[in-house]
């Protein structure tokens, strides 16, 4: 007899998970081909999902089959052939009409005069094995998403959890992405860095790279991937999945504010806003009247006594939101916007006189906050001990019958001890957090302020790869920073304001903060009395 070999398996069915891989069913069917002395016409290997009709090699085979190429089909078992009623029927039908003479597996021969019941029993239970397992793949899906674990593979800077337990496995840290993928964020979130820009950095200087498989090897990042990880809600600790948000369970890469500042920052739909003209400050200053960003205006005159062109430079609102009236018609020069700048970052210039002696009292500072924060905590943790002493003998008394209370009310104080549980154990975590975050925040602001108009006036010097550091520097010190009137409105942020104005109140003491810069020893060294004449003023 003429027949077909017909080997099927599927990687992405859980159905398939047990079935012999396609080399050891062509094994087993050439075994049985020997013994039964077939001619081989064809041999189809296919790894497709046979839940589905429209399987290519499959239609091929009937097709041969059809046109009297072949007499039979050998397969490993029934269920290799179809798992869906309209694949399962097209093979009976055939086989009733005498079209495939035999139907040969490792547990029996199907002939056209057999009994159609058992055949359509069998390709029944296939059909229905591959619904119930699909409900049952999808319900434990459900139920990892409830539990916080987004299902299938991790996002870039996460690792699936291979080793862990079936069905209880979890989303892990990337040991040798996460840190680099929170890079990228940072950022994106200084508005200094257009995305391009920050894949070119990710993937040449930090050699970014993303996993593809457990056992592929990692390829670089794509633009349109980086897009992806930047409007995905998973990094801040949320996830989509059916249709329905949940909480993640796993550590969030950044906060749910920086997540929305980003979306700001990438525009509509994540995509990038276009530029009519280079902006040396792109998404750094807004419309004091309609908060649009502010774009910037190029003017090109012909100057006729040396018949050259000059270019000018003018920030002003684009009154590009239609549903919200502006009346701002002034624009300010480029020369004049960066004189503003200069001088912002000239009154934060802190010397490393005045860093090391607030950093001296920054010591004595956390000595005491460490020991406010010590009896804080000791309270709260004393309230949350009390709050599950409530818990039990509330539960306690439900138990007995004289003091059983109204199960409706029960479950009311219940809940509501529950809640207060809950809101207590995030104080004391948060409050813990906080302590340490709240000195090494400070440190880092003092540090920032250190040759910060040294620093500002290099990155000047390079207009293209400056640009970046003077955003990032101009974005961190600013709080607000708006045109109104054609004036630069630039409110700095507490911590360098107050360093600010304490520079003005020891200028005004000692007449000049400059030659403190230049002096010998550190500020902390200085005279008993004109420390404690600064320290006065400052404090006061």
């Known amino acids: 007899m003429k027949v077909i070999i017909y080997n099927r398996k599927s990687t992405k069915d859980k159905e398939d998970q047990q079935v012999l891989s396609i080399q ?15 001619t081989i016409v064809r041999e189809f290997d296919e790894e497709w999902s046979a839940k589905k009709p429209g399987r290519p090699k499959f239609a091929d085979m009937l097709k041969l089959i059809e046109q009297g190429k072949a007499e039979g089909i050998v397969c490993w078992k029934l269920n290799r052939l179809a798992r869906n009623p309209i694949d399962g029927g097209r093979i009976q039908w055939l086989l009733q009409q005498g079209i495939i003479k035999a139907i040969t597996t490792c547990e029996k021969t199907y002939l056209p005069n057999d009994n159609v019941i058992q055949m359509s029993v069998e390709f029944g ?4 094995f591959s619904i119930d397992l699909s409900k049952d793949v999808k319900r434990g899906m459900l139920q990892k998403a409830k539990m916080g674990w987004r299902p299938g593979k991790a996002t870039v800077g996460y690792m699936n959890d291979y080793a862990g337990v079936r069905g209880e496995k979890t989303i892990l840290k990337d040991p040798e992405r996460f840190d680099l993928v929170k890079r990228c964020w940072e950022l994106l979130l200084t508005k200094a860095y257009s995305v391009p820009r920050i894949l070119e950095i990710a993937t040449d200087e930090m050699g970014l790279t993303m996993r593809v498989g457990r056992k592929k090897t990692p390829r670089s990042m794509g633009l349109s991937t980086l897009y992806e990880v930047f409007t995905n809600p998973f990094y801040y600790g949320e996830f ?5 948000m949940y909480q993640g369970s796993h550590e969030p890469m950044i906060t749910r504010e920086q997540f929305e500042l980003a979306q700001s920052i990438l525009g509509s739909k994540g995509k990038p806003r276009r530029r009519k003209y280079l902006n040396d400050y792109p998404g750094l ?30 920030y002003r609102c684009p009154h590009n939101r239609p549903h919200v009236p502006c009346h701002q018609n002034k624009a300010m020069s480029e020369d004049a916007l960066e004189k503003e700048f ?8 802190i010397p ?34 009390k709050t599950i002493e409530k818990i039990d003998k509330l539960v306690d ?60 006036a290099a990155a000047k010097l390079d207009r293209e790869k400056g640009r970046e550091k003077r955003l990032e520097i101009l974005h961190r010190l600013g709080q607000t920073i708006q045109l109104r009137d054609g004036v630069l409105d630039f409110r700095m942020r507490n911590t360098f304001s107050t360093l600010a ?13 400059q030659p403190l810069s230049v002096l010998e020893k550190p500020l902390i060294e200085l005279d008993s009395r004109t420390f404690k004449k600064v320290e006065g003023v400052w404090s006061g």
């Not at 950093?359 to 924060?373: F, M, V």
């Open 24 to 38: 050891g069913q062509k094994d087993e069917n050439h075994k049985r081909i020997q013994r039964e002395g077939h």
């Open 125 to 128: 239970m296939a059909t229905q």
């Open 240 to 244: 989509e999945w059916d249709g329905e």
């Open 285 to 314: 200053m807004r419309c004091g009247e309609c908060g649009s960003m502010v774009v910037v205006n190029v003017i090109e005159k012909l100057i006729k006594s040396t018949n050259e062109y000059k270019r000018y430079r003018y």
């Open 342 to 349: 200069v001088e912002k970052i000239d009154a934060a210039d």
């Open 352 to 385: 490393q006189s005045f860093i090391e002696w607030a950093l001296g009292k920054l010591k004595y500072s956390q000595e005491d906050r460490i020991a406010r924060h010590k009896n804080t905590l000791m309270a709260q943790q004393g309230n949350y001990k």
């Open 397 to 456: 008394r439900q138990l007995l019958e004289e003091t059983r209370i109204p199960e409706e009310l029960f479950n009311q104080k219940l809940t509501s001890l529950n809640a207060e549980k809950q809101r207590l154990n995030s104080l004391i975590q948060d409050f813990d957090a906080s302590a340490s975050q709240w000195t090494e925040d400070i440190v880092n602001e003092l540090n920032f302020t250190l040759h910060l108009r040294q620093r500002f």
């Open 501 to 513: 104005r304490g520079k003005l109140d020891m200028e005004k003491v000692l007449a000049s903060i």
